[in-house]
């Protein structure tokens, strides 16, 4: 360990003896002055035991008040007024020894003790805020930053930098509560975003640290606001036991949707106490999905997972709570039968699927036998075993599907709404849940993104008027169990993902909130297989409401389940498994080298 390295211990010890030696000279610069220079021998005979009683009195005082335990460089006003309480406890002590013991002590000029009581003071207390001045002279040379949010948090990291806390050193707060712009914190001035641009010409504010929550689109017109005001380096602060952490933006952040109607307390009646058993439960969505249903107290869940790894992750991530890890693929019907004999769960929510859209072109049978047949078969199964509730995880590109995986889901979706026609006395509700890209998931952009400006680019965007739909992993999942708790059966639910966002912005954004964008190239590669321009949720503007904003409903695509088996029986041995394909959706519209 070196030796340099601070510690409390070493702390208390510099303190120690510095309080000593200063102590000392205080004390005998006390008598010089006492006596005019010339102090007379008489009163030095005892200087000793009255200095070693008095120092001995100021450190048990010291550390009565806690003096020791404050790092240098974070000493307050409260420091202060503690080492005044301390000096005043330490110098009232002394004078009652002196009384008790007086024929011992004498003689003692006893205005001494008032000079020295002043000097001691004066002297220790300098010390302990010289650190503290020596940093703030050093400021010129940190990042100049304006704090984001006039707040308890702000202030205290404001206090915190001021000190010395990291490399940026704040000169100003800014703040859309028009009551507190004007007023000064901590001897900052506290600005409007009016104020703003001209304070951070003058003052060359190139920084700005963010101390409160806002919300995404917020977030977002907050930047842009910043730059106009010249400032390009924004990031998020917190402050952890004296330890600032500061993060760059993500664009997560600013691509967020937060659902305003949210209902966890109707998720947690419809999972808490049931059994739960989820397929492809090592999948971005249905790890997210395992999560979120051992977060709402679900009895035992059943984890169905054909990759090992993922099976692995997302067991080893929940072990506190043992879940049942099956290593098994959704097309092994009879695999999957006897799981479902032994522990007989009562929800079901099927993730399990290949979704990759060009992977799934290069791999039509296989994604055709997992995505269709391994959905066939949990659903069957599902009926079976008096599951009540059977949910389909479907997608956005089901709708007018140009590709086969989105092809697939939509076929998934018929069998969901349709199945009932073979099985009229089943009792278990089957609806299906479509959404668009979650943010983080397996298949997103945005990974690839972050990948690609780690090695320094390009970033390959596909075409520069490509848009999708974006929601943050949980709270698309979250919204899932949502849907499923008002299921009836046979609905496609539709969640609300909000506003189309071009991908080309996305990986801009990301690029400028690196400050790469003048560093990275981004490439446009073409569409690839299967590849729609703009993605869609709905296959008409018409669509049923439901109590949640966020959450609608589809219009039923009824067709004669009859028919549709035997079109799905033809699927498995044809040739021609695009053109069965097209027979099983009309709208199926291939496009082999995309728009």
């Known amino acids: 360990m070196n030796i340099l390295t601070p510690t409390q211990t070493k702390r208390a010890l510099f303190f120690i003896v510095a309080d000593f030696a200063l102590s000392l000279f205080s004390f005998y610069a006390s008598y010089l002055l006492r006596f005019n220079f010339e102090i007379p021998q008489i009163f030095m005979d005892n200087f000793a035991p009255l200095f070693a009683i008095l ?18 460089r974070f000493f307050s006003v409260q420091n202060l007024l503690n080492l005044v309480r301390a000096h005043l406890l330490a110098y009232a002590a002394f004078g009652v020894i002196f009384i ?42 940190k990042n100049l930053c304006v704090i984001i949010g006039a707040t308890n948090e702000g202030s205290f990291i404001a206090s915190h930098l001021k000190s010395g806390g990291g490399e940026y050193y704040p000169v100003a707060f800014l703040e859309d509560d028009r009551q507190k712009i004007g007023g000064m914190i901590h001897g900052f001035p506290v600005l409007g975003l009016k104020e703003l641009q001209n304070y951070a010409d003058k003052k060359e504010i190139r920084s700005a640290l963010i101390a409160k929550h806002f919300h995404p689109k917020e977030l977002g017109r907050l930047i842009n606001e910043l730059k106009a005001a010249g400032i390009e380096d924004v990031k998020k602060i917190s402050l952890f036991e004296n330890h600032t952490d500061i993060k760059d933006i993500s664009i997560e952040e ?24 989820i397929t492809g439960a090592g999948g971005s969505i249905g790890s997210e999905i395992t999560r979120q249903c051992a977060k709402f107290g679900a009895k035992k869940l059943i984890l169905v997972e054909n990759g090992e790894y993922n099976l692995y992750k997302i067991s080893d991530e929940l072990s506190a709570y043992k879940t049942i890890n099956k290593l098994v693929s959704v097309v092994d019907k009879e695999t999957l039968k006897r799981i479902f004999e032994e522990h007989r769960p009562q929800i ?39 599951v009540e509730k059977f949910v389909l995880i479907s997608t956005d590109k089901a709708v007018r599907p140009t590709n086969v995986m989105g092809a697939t889901k939509r076929v998934c979706e018929l069998i969901a709404q349709n199945i009932k026609q073979k099985y009229p006395n089943a009792k278990t509700e089957i609806a299906a849940v479509r959404f668009g890209n979650v943010i983080g998931s397996s298949g997103s952009v945005i990974p690839k993104f972050k990948e690609q400006i780690a090695k320094g680019g390009p970033i390959t965007v596909t075409h520069p008027d490509i848009e999708r739909y974006f929601m943050l992993i949980d709270e698309a999942c979250a919204l899932v169990l949502q849907a499923a708790a008002i299921a009836k059966g046979s609905e496609i639910f539709i969640l609300d993902m909000g506003e189309r966002v071009k991908i080309l912005d996305v990986a801009k954004k990301m690029l400028e909130l690196v400050h790469k964008q003048n560093e990275i190239k981004i490439v446009f590669t073409g569409l690839r297989p299967g590849e729609k321009l703009i993605e869609e949720l709905l296959t008409d503007e018409s669509a049923a409401s439901t109590k949640y904003q966020s959450i609608t409903v589809a219009k039923e695509s009824r067709c004669d389940y009859a028919q549709l088996e035997n079109v799905l029986e033809n699927l498995k041995t044809s040739g021609d498994k695009l053109s069965v394909l097209k027979e099983l959706v009309p709208e199926f519209d291939h496009k082999l080298n995309g728009n």
Do not use: C, M
């Not at 290069?362 to 078969?377: Q, S, V, Y």
């Open 55 to 72: 120092v001995s009195l100021k450190i048990a005082a010291f550390l009565i008040f806690q003096g020791y335990r404050t790092p240098w």
């Open 348 to 386: 079901v929510i099927h993730a399990a699927a290949y979704k990759h859209v060009p992977l799934a072109e290069e791999n039509i049978d296989e994604t055709i036998k997992n995505n269709i047949f391994g959905t066939k078969n949990t659903i069957e199964l599902s009926i079976e075993y008096g």
């Open 254 to 277: 600013l691509l967020a949707r937060e659902p305003k109607d949210l209902d966890t307390e109707a998720v947690a009646r419809f999972i808490s106490g049931k059994s739960v058993l």
């Open 100 to 141: 008790l013991f007086a024929d011992l002590l004498n003689p003692f000029p006893r205005s001494v003790i008032f000079i020295d009581f002043v000097f001691s003071i004066f002297l220790l207390g300098a010390l302990r805020i010289s650190k503290r001045v020596y940093i703030e002279a050093k400021a010129e040379r």
